[in-house]
């Protein structure tokens, strides 16, 4: 598999997302490839790329953890820095699902106040780790100047919505709920709601974002 998987628009794209996977699955998962497909239909390229701990794990077929969030950064990083000088120069958002969103958030604003970056999308952000409400990674999001979009599960053991409403989140920070959905944004039979139905509507959520933004620039 080549290192980036491209979703590109039918015509000339508005603007470039780089989407980053989750800690345990990859590029090319359920998740990563129905959202960029339906985000990229929306006139917006989606550029999906994976960390070094993923390329290993696909190069050798052996589960392996996440990089250290600094080696995380630094790849996400170069990933930005390889965008950045297309000759395109079309306006770059980033973000990624659960892991893949919280290293993008902690480099958003020093790219955005660098007038490299227009916008962050977080993807079921994790708030906190899974059983462990007190660890909270939400220290950098208080003051947050990137314009920001967070989709977010109702039940999500990462940060549901009662938690979340008292986090204090930066003012840039828009927080979207899926009704009844988990991590993954997968609702219970019960609620009416459907898997697929919560990833188009998270999709067309981070469609509606990037086109804001556009307009406001």
């Known amino acids: 598999m080549s290192e980036w998987l491209v979703d590109r628009p039918t015509g000339e794209p508005r603007a470039r997302f780089l989407f980053a996977h989750g800690a345990g699955a990859p590029m090319d998962s359920d998740f990563m490839s129905a959202l960029a497909g339906t985000v990229s239909a929306q006139g917006i390229e989606v550029v999906r790329f994976e960390f070094p701990y993923m390329q290993e794990r696909r190069q050798s077929g052996k589960r392996r953890p996440p990089n250290p969030m600094p080696q995380l950064q630094k790849a996400f990083a170069a990933q930005i820095d390889h965008w950045l000088s297309q000759e395109d120069g079309l306006p770059l958002f980033i973000g990624g ?3 893949g969103g919280r290293v993008a958030s902690l480099l958003a604003d020093a790219r955005f106040a660098a007038g490299q970056l227009y916008g962050l999308v977080c993807l079921g952000y994790p708030f ?3 059983g462990k409400p007190e660890r909270l990674r939400t220290e950098h999001l ?8 967070v989709v977010q599960g109702t039940r ?7 938690e979340v409403a008292g986090y204090g989140l930066s003012e840039s920070i ?7 959905g988990d991590h993954d944004f997968k609702p219970r039979k019960a609620s009416g709601f459907t898997l697929e139905g919560h990833w188009q509507a998270a999709a067309k959520h981070v469609a509606e974002f990037i086109q804001k933004q556009l307009r406001g620039s």
Do not use: F, I, T
């Open 174 to 180: 828009s927080v979207v709920w899926l009704e009844d």
């Open 156 to 162: 999500d053991p990462l940060g549901n919505a009662e």
């Open 97 to 99: 699902k659960s892991m």
């Open 128 to 130: 906190h780790p899974r």
């Open 142 to 149: 208080a003051d947050l100047q990137c314009p920001a979009l």
